[in-house]
């Protein structure tokens, strides 16, 4: 089992930049790969990015490609999400998650059923 700490998120004004960090709670954290899922108001939770336990795979959501960088330290056992240019509707609560299965800890998954881990969530929101 993996327990997920969400922190990093916060106030910012439209073109800056923040990140987000999840922690876990065990060293078994390496094998599970790892997404970021964010859910902004009155709309369903959307896909956001993913990448493999080892690091060396990454997926984004074409509206962040290009804007946000996803990262993990695997000693430190922690996934990041570096979010820059951000824009208002990227205003939402986002959410880190950890699967179990064996094609996400080797490719990344985008679809929200696979994860069973789900961190607490933190809000971003972003004035213009």
């Known amino acids: 089992q993996v327990q997920l700490v969400e922190s990093g998120g916060g106030l910012v004004q439209a073109g800056g930049s923040l990140r987000l960090s999840c922690t876990a709670s065990?060293?078994?954290?390496?094998?599970?790969?790892m997404a970021w899922f964010r859910q902004g108001p009155g709309k369903e939770r959307e896909f956001v990015a993913t990448?493999?336990?080892?690091?060396?795979?990454?997926r984004y959501a074409d509206s962040v490609k290009g804007r946000f960088t996803i990262s993990r330290d695997n000693v430190e056992n922690t996934e990041y999400l570096q979010m820059m240019s951000l824009k208002p509707e990227d205003m939402a609560v986002y959410y880190c998650?950890?699967?179990?299965?064996?094609?996400?800890?080797?490719?990344?998954?985008?679809?929200?059923?696979?994860?069973?881990?789900w961190g607490q969530g933190t809000q971003v929101t972003v004035s213009s």
């Open positions: 998650a950890a699967s179990s299965t064996y094609y996400c800890s080797a490719y990344g998954c985008s679809d929200q059923s696979q994860y069973l881990y």
């Open positions: 065990e060293r078994t954290f390496s094998r599970n790969g």
């Open positions: 990448i493999s336990g080892s690091g060396d795979r990454t």
